[in-house]
Structure formats: structure tokens, C-alpha cells
């Protein structure tokens, strides 16, 4: 079967769960696109793929784009439904505000909902200390979460993005955490929301939010993300659209016309770097008795559709992979680099309805993170 299998290099298909495939092969721009930003980013969400950069890995200020991260952690991290006391720190945090008052009760979606709607640097603060036992614990979860999605060119020293040395992170970074982020159901429906209501405590009338992102009015099929601004920073926006069922997100670091580009850089994604249906999940791999796992739809431009090639590698039946069901795995490369791989699985195999591998990975990421978070707050308990 194994001469079988690498008979199809030629097959062009892919099929990558999103893990190994964030951060593949980076398209650069044609001469027809350009912005006004000193930094900026285009990526496709389900396939990771970088579609445009400039200066895209470069360390810079992000401003309130900070909180992208503090929201994904406070998601994966936290009771949802929990009530987080406002303590007298967060309620005055100078900066944008959903003016939370010392001591009073909020749930920490609501939070969340204040966080990204109105930019609260309360309510990122709010959320620091009740998510991470402390602001510096729950810093030290937002560098983790950096480091395990390979953010190499960012770091964080607060969870509300105000300007401070050593917080920092790239036009490319922010496009490959955006797109993470926006797997997570809860936070694509957040940062999707106009308006939103919460109940106040301290008023007869509800807490109201608009949402800041113009976007989600100006462009047709936006969903997202974020504005930010500070005097160092300048004009930050991450954006995100979703047309055809191919969704890109866009970012601009210190850009004073990020309306305009933004709208001109999702149009020109969707117009250059359309999907192609490249494998259907549950369908046969040519000249053999196995099938894909997944379903994968990746960005090509007309001159890459016949550049894509496959070859098969079989799994170990020793292995604990092959206990679970897989055969092996297809990988695929765009012009000879690697852009991802699909597990192979043989026909009928019961495990494809069941258990998603994707899900089991972040699943165990989620889990490691909580033991290692337990681990550091009992550290800090230690040295006080």
C-alpha cells in the first residue's frame, strides 16, 4: 500500500487542521495594494496563511489590540458565568472606560463584552486580577498563550494595552492570534456584536454598549475584531470578514486612514486569494483504501492552483495514532515548502464522527495551561 499511497505527488489536495497550518507559506502583495500603515497584515483564518505583510514582523505598540489576547485567555481560562468583583485598582484605570465603580458585582462575560465593545481598560484590569489571581498572573497567561502559538515577536507587560516598555507585538503576530482566536465560538460572537446590554448595579438603567469597530457597519460581511489607540501607537485595527465561507482578517498598526485600507485590503484578499476546494473529509484518497480526515479549503492564486503537490506517510501500527484509527497523513507543499497535513484514515473507521483531533489538541493545550497557572499562583502565594 505504501507504494501506492506516494504514486499520488501529483494528487493536488489538502486538508491541515488549523495547529500545523497556522503560519504557512506567506503570499506577498502585488503591486496593486498598498495602505497608509507602518505596519500591516492580511491573513485567511482557516488556513493560517500570511496573504500580505509589510514590515509585518516588526515589534511595535499595539494599544488596545492588547486585549485580543486578554480576552482569548480570559475565555479558555475562565468561568464565564462567575461574578468578578470590581476591585478600587480597576475601577480607576485611567483611559477608555465602561465605568465599572469599586466593589461592585459583574459577570465575566459581561466583562468581556465591555472589554471589546468599548475598549474598558477597567474592565481588562477587572478581568486580570479575577482570572489571574493577580494582574502579573494573568500577564505571565498572556505571554504563555504568546508563546505557544509561536508569537515570537510579542510580549506583554499589561492586559489593556496602555503604552509601556516591553509591550509589544507585530502586524503578523496579531493576524495569526486574531485568527486563533476567532476558532473560539464565544469570542467570534463578542467581537460580531454592535450592541450590547448588562445589567448595572448602580443605576435604574442597564449598562449599554456600542460597538467601536465601524467596520461591522462600513463593510459587507464583517465580523470583527478590535480598535485601539494610543499617543505612541497611533491608529491600531484588526478587522475580520467572512464572504463566500472564507473569512480574512486584517491588521494595520499606526494607520491614519484604517477605514479605507481596511476595506481595501479585505476586498483585494477575497478578489486574489479565493479558496480552492483542494479535500473533502469522509472522501477516498486515490489509488487506495483510505480517506481524508478533514475537509480543507485553502487561498490560491490562479498561477498556484497546479503548484500544490501531496505525498503520504504512513503511521507506525504500533503507534498510539494508529490505536485511535489514523493510517497516516497526507502533507502538502506550495511551491516545495510544506503549507500542512490532513490525517488518513481507512474507510468506515468510527472515529471520524466521534473525536476530532483538532479539538483533542486544544483541549490538552487548555488543560496543561490550567496545571501550569496552579502551579505559578501557589508559587506566588509562596513569596509573599
Known amino acids: 500500500m505504501n507504494k501506492q499511497l506516494t504514486m499520488i505527488i501529483a494528487y493536488i489536495a489538502l486538508a491541515a487542521c488549523f495547529v500545523t497550518g497556522i503560519g504557512g507559506q506567506t503570499a506577498y502583495a502585488s503591486p496593486s495594494i498598498s495602505t497608509n500603515a507602518y505596519a500591516t497584515a492580511l491573513i485567511d483564518v482557516q488556513s493560517g496563511r500570511i496573504l500580505y505583510s509589510v514590515n509585518g514582523d516588526v515589534e511595535t505598540r499595539v494599544a488596545s489590540l492588547t486585549k485580543i489576547m486578554t480576552a482569548i485567555v480570559a475565555i479558555e481560562q475562565g468561568d464565564l458565568s462567575a461574578k468578578v468583583k470590581v476591585s478600587n485598582r480597576a475601577a480607576g484605570k485611567e483611559g477608555s472606560s465602561i465605568y465599572l465603580r469599586a466593589g461592585e458585582e459583574i459577570t465575566l462575560v459581561n466583562l468581556l463584552y465591555g472589554l471589546m465593545l468599548r475598549s ?10 479575577h482570572v489571574g489571581g493577580s ?7 498572556m505571554n504563555q498563550k504568546a508563546a505557544e502559538l509561536g508569537l515570537v515577536n510579542t510580549q506583554f507587560r499589561n492586559p489593556h494595552g496602555l503604552d509601556e516598555e516591553g509591550h509589544y507585538s507585530s502586524a503578523n503576530d496579531l493576524a495569526v492570534l486574531t485568527a ?25 438603567w442597564n449598562y449599554s454598549w456600542r460597538n467601536k469597530n465601524k467596520m461591522l457597519q462600513m463593510y459587507e460581511g464583517a465580523d470583527g475584531v478590535k480598535t485601539g489607540y494610543t499617543k505612541k501607537a497611533f491608529r491600531c485595527l484588526v478587522s475580520s470578514a467572512t464572504r463566500n465561507e472564507q473569512q480574512l482578517v486584517a491588521v494595520t498598526l499606526n494607520d491614519g486612514d484604517d477605514w479605507r485600507d481596511h476595506r481595501n485590503l479585505l476586498d483585494w484578499g477575497f478578489k486574489h486569494y479565493p479558496h480552492s476546494k483542494l479535500a473533502t473529509g469522509h472522501e477516498a484518497v486515490a489509488g487506495s483504501s483510505l480517506i481524508y480526515g478533514a475537509n480543507y479549503n485553502y487561498p490560491l492564486e490562479k498561477d498556484e492552483l497546479g503548484k500544490v503537490q501531496a505525498s503520504v506517510t504512513l503511521i507506525n501500527p504500533g503507534s498510539p495514532h494508529y490505536a485511535l484509527g489514523e493510517r497516516g497523513r497526507m502533507q502538502f507543499y506550495l511551491n516545495g515548502e510544506p503549507i500542512g497535513s490532513v490525517p488518513l484514515y481507512e474507510k468506515g473507521n468510527s ?34
Request: charged share 30%.
Open 135 to 141: 494582574e502579573a498572573g494573568f500577564v505571565f497567561l
Open 180 to 204: 486563533y482566536a476567532l476558532k473560539n465560538k464565544i469570542f467570534a460572537e463578542i467581537v460580531k456584536t454592535e450592541y450590547k446590554k448588562a445589567p448595572n448595579p448602580n443605576e435604574k
Open 120 to 129: 474598558g481598560n477597567d474592565a481588562a484590569t477587572a478581568i486580570a486580577e
Open 351 to 384: 472515529r471520524l464522527k466521534k473525536n476530532d483531533p483538532i479539538e483533542q489538541s486544544f483541549s490538552q493545550f487548555k488543560r496543561l495551561n490550567r496545571m501550569e497557572h496552579n502551579w505559578f499562583m501557589k508559587l506566588q502565594e509562596w513569596f509573599k
